[in-house]
């Protein structure tokens, strides 16, 4: 069963009245918490996309990128989208209950905030208000600026990206520091440490690019490939 098939009594929540930030807490344990991720995916989207004023086919497809949507799976996925837009709460008290949810897991929390860096460049602008928007968010789900700047350095390409922030070092730490802070990388976007988490399967593709980011990050400080 996939998981927008699962995520239809969520729906069905929603459809009948409760707001997002109820449904949130009904969904505290597995399998349900990875539903949760994928309805706060797209609820932050959706306010993200308010933010910008604007929704793009582009960011549409990103989305369908990250989660595999299927065509009779994508009514139920535009309905939640658009609840959200609608709904009166804001993103703050969005975010808020997500890193209640997810506070113990912060692992999970930065997988979030990818798929949200992911659709705000789907359409190869990256909007001042968009930039706050996930500034902000970062903020309330406790990602420090080192780790926040690193993911904006690997998405955004408004310059080269610095491999030393892309991997949340210093050039004036020794090598073997950087190294352990590599591997350690590393081993937080294997694909069964991520499901581990309670991020969809679906999700987990997202780690490719973060995989390839930070190996390329790693092999242009240490001269050699990694």
């Given amino acids: 069963m996939s998981i927008w098939s699962r995520i239809s009594n969520a729906v069905a929540a929603l459809a009948s009245g409760e707001g997002l930030s109820a449904v949130f807490e009904k969904l505290r344990s597995p399998p349900e ?91 190869g602008t990256y909007h001042p208000a968009e930039d706050q928007f996930l500034h902000d968010v970062a903020e309330i789900f406790g990602i420090d600026d080192n780790r926040f700047r690193a993911m904006r350095a690997r998405f955004v390409p408004d310059a080269t990206p610095d491999p030393y922030t892309v991997l949340g070092v210093t050039p004036d730490m020794p090598m073997d520091e950087i190294r352990k802070h590599w591997r350690q990388l590393v081993r937080e976007s294997h694909p069964d440490v991520m499901i581990a988490r309670g991020v ?19 092999a242009e400080i240490n001269g050699k490939p990694a």
Avoid at 82 to 91: E, H, I, M
Wanted: proline residues 2%.
């Fill in 33 to 123: 918490k990875s539903i949760a991720f994928t309805i706060a995916v797209i609820a932050l989207s959706a306010k993200m996309a308010k933010a910008d004023g604007l929704v793009t086919r582009d960011e549409v497809t990103a989305f369908r990128e990250v989660f595999q949507i299927a065509s009779e799976d994508e009514a139920g996925a535009a309905k939640v989208f658009n609840l959200a837009r609608q709904d009166v709460a804001g993103f703050q008290d969005y975010a808020k209950r997500i890193r209640a949810m997810f506070g113990d897991e912060p692992g999970t929390l930065c997988d979030l905030m990818e798929g949200l860096f992911h659709i705000a460049m789907a359409d």
């Fill in 200 to 218: 969809p399967a679906e999700a987990v593709k997202l780690s490719e690019r973060r995989m390839q980011d930070i190996n390329d990050a790693w």
